[in-house]
């Protein structure tokens, strides 16, 4: 299975658009959304999947966004998301908070640990967990998406325009 994972759309509808024709060109199951999602807008974007997101420190309309994600028929884990999808065990969050993503990739309990804030693609394994940031798709050069195969847990970092 294939995971598509995104982080700070920040609002940015044209971008946000062109991140989710690469997601479908890719054939992804199901989305994760890292956080600052930034405007109600965002959330019918990612309609074509299952998406799963969670809170960014922009993203100052909890209640109505909560509200939107649920009415799309998605999921909203607010601040933290621990989730399992295909047998892997997945935590999600923002990473403005430094301790508890760090308690979340020190604990080993996962498989997976997606994370946004930084704006910075990247990956490494710490200890059994795939650590992964898949970038920004709003202020940040390039643009970027990530894709986890659940199956291999590899993970690809994706540039787009």
Do not use: K
Not at 13 to 41: F, K, P, W
């Amino acid at each position: 299975m294939l995971l598509g994972v995104i982080s700070d759309t920040h609002g940015h509808r044209e971008s946000t658009l062109a991140a989710t024709r690469m997601l479908d060109s890719l054939e992804v199951e199901q989305v994760l959304h890292c956080g600052d999602i930034g405007s109600l807008e965002i959330v019918p974007l990612l309609a074509a999947w299952p998406t799963h997101f969670v809170f960014g420190n922009v993203d100052d309309q909890q209640d109505e966004l909560r509200a939107s994600i649920e009415t799309a028929g998605q999921t909203c884990h607010g601040r933290y998301g621990e989730l399992e999808i295909s047998g892997r065990q997945i935590a999600i969050l923002h990473s403005d908070d430094h301790l508890r993503w760090r308690e979340a990739i020190d604990s080993q309990q996962f498989d997976l640990v997606c994370y946004g804030h930084t704006h910075q693609a990247e990956q490494h394994m710490q200890g059994r967990t795939l650590v992964l940031n898949p970038g920004a798709i709003h202020r940040a050069s390039p643009h970027t998406i990530a894709v986890v195969d659940l199956v291999t847990m590899q993970a690809t970092i994706v540039p787009y325009e």
